[in-house]
């Protein structure tokens, strides 16, 4: 058993410096106003207590409170392992284990004040509203004006009857996004008698405790042999599985459920974990020279063909998790929905054949284009400026385009696929060295080293996930790059010569 203490100050600071309190702006449009007439600050007035709502008003209506557990603890995690051992001869010994691992109370932060757009019927008006607009044109019509129209029974209830005849409400109402446009009324004091939080008084209700859960199992077989003779070498192999609803990435800890009311949606595997890895190194030093098989003597046949040692290091596994998102504010806002899922008719299995790396004379894609709004006759034409929108799916509402397979969830739903069951680009490494140490004393010799990284200065490509925005995920189906690969996680073949003198 161990204890955890990875960013465990971290995300307690970050809690505590995160409560807003007496704030005040002031900006100047012109800077030659410094000079010509100092800007002057009003005192705010001394009150004790301020309550959160005269907090949250100086706030934008959307401020934020969070608190840390006064039980918060540092999370314990256990591991448990069994294996054998055996001797196979030459030196050399192979070890086959399983070794699990768990935890139950891993450090994370939940938004307790979670944006209500269910229990004050406002998802189902959002529906009929969304229906009376693409009727109509608009979104308030009545059975009386039109047939098809149907009554609204929440909007009424809001500020101004919620603006329908706002451009930016109607986007939200075709976009079906809800909880976006519930955030829209709450920062502009529109809510009338509708309530959309549980605590009004606040934006954000954040809540830093030890609610996470981790398992980890794996298989691991390993093959050594000792230095013996001049050679060494080690190769160990992984297949293993990480699940997690905390994926425990940022230094912060802050991992808010996509809905409060159905925590089992962020078990899956970590955003950190690797199904299969497998590595392997080596030294070995030529049998040349004095002391060795070959040439066994001094002079000038040592001093040019003895002292050479070879080493290498190879890595190989498959990348990170992937998911299929549709980071809108449907179920939850969109500060919150970052790692919602797509919707699509297709089993995993069926995903699964569509990934891999497919080059093209417009770039590399890590699924297979034709499941995206792309012009495939430019793209292997080469016309990369014709291509087409470049989505995973047009929004949601809209006419399917030829070969869609992916689409947004609807208004209070979230995507039915699951996450992260795609293995990111497979990473392969080889890291290489050739030495020669001459002797000066028997306590002295000058080392030359020629060392190179990534041999084969090959690509390792990366697919990004979850980044800040949500739009430019590389597995974002409302993205244009959707499922292009932009980047690369290792550098390119560098070598290096060293000399150095050794005592």
């Known amino acids: 058993m161990s204890y955890v203490n990875d960013e465990f100050v971290r ?141 609204l029974t929440v909007f009424p209830q809001l500020a101004s009857g919620g603006l329908l005849s706002n451009a930016t409400i109607q986007s939200q109402l075709r976009n079906g996004t809800p909880a976006d446009l519930a955030v829209i009324y709450i920062q502009n004091g529109l809510t009338g008698n509708v309530k959309f939080l549980p605590n009004p008084n606040t934006g954000v209700a954040d809540l830093l405790d030890n609610s996470g859960r981790a398992r980890y199992n794996s298989l691991q077989v390993e093959v050594r042999r000792r230095f013996a003779k001049g050679f060494f070498f080690q190769a160990n192999y992984t297949f293993q599985k990480t699940l997690t609803d905390a994926p425990g990435v940022g230094q912060t800890r802050f991992d808010p459920l996509l809905d409060n009311n159905q925590p089992q949606l962020e078990y899956s595997r970590a955003d950190y974990d690797q199904t299969h890895v497998f590595n392997f190194n080596t030294i070995y ?84 284009p034709s499941v995206i709004n792309i012009n495939q006759a430019n793209l292997q034409a080469g016309l990369c400026s014709q291509l087409g929108s470049g989505r995973g799916a047009e929004g949601f509402g809209t006419t399917p385009f030829s070969g869609q397979v992916f689409f947004n969830a609807a208004p209070g739903q979230t995507g039915n696929l699951e996450r992260a069951f795609i293995n990111g680009p497979f990473i392969f490494t080889w890291d290489a060295s050739l030495l020669k140490n001459i002797p000066i004393t028997e306590r002295v010799r000058f080392q030359i080293r020629v060392e190179a990284f990534n041999v084969l200065n090959r690509a390792n490509f990366f697919v990004p996930q979850f980044p800040t925005g949500g739009n430019s995920s590389g597995f974002n189906i409302n993205s244009t790059n959707f499922g292009r690969i932009t980047s690369t996680v290792t550098d390119p073949r560098i070598i290096q010569l060293v000399g150095r003198i050794e005592f």
């Open 285 to 368: 030093e030529l049998p040349i020279g004095k002391g060795r098989r070959f040439l066994n003597q001094g002079g000038v046949a040592n001093l040019l063909l003895g002292g050479w040692q070879l080493g290498t290091i190879i890595r190989a596994g498959t990348g990170a998790p992937v998911t299929i998102t549709d980071p809108r504010g449907t179920l939850n806002r969109v500060g919150r929905s970052g790692r919602q899922t797509a919707v699509s008719s297709l089993t995993k299995d069926q995903i699964k054949s569509l990934i891999g790396v497919r080059r093209t004379p417009c770039g590399i894609f890590y699924i297979d």
């Open 11 to 151: 995300a307690a600071d970050n809690a505590l410096s995160s409560n807003q309190g007496l704030t005040q702006q002031v900006t100047l449009s012109n800077i030659n106003a410094r000079f010509s007439a100092l800007p002057t600050f009003s005192t705010p007035t001394f009150q004790v207590p301020r309550t959160y709502a005269q907090n949250n008003l100086l706030a934008g209506r959307f401020g934020t409170v969070f608190a840390i557990d006064p039980n918060l603890q540092a999370p314990r995690w256990t591991e448990y392992s069994v294996g054998i051992q055996r001797e196979i001869g030459f030196q050399t010994a192979i070890e086959i284990r399983y070794v699990g691992g768990r935890s139950d109370n891993l450090v994370r932060g939940r938004d307790l004040n979670q944006v209500d757009i269910f229990s004050n019927g406002f998802v189902q008006d959002f529906i009929r509203a969304r229906n009376n607009l693409l009727l109509t044109g608009n979104p308030a019509c009545t059975p009386a004006q039109n047939p098809g129209c149907q009554t």
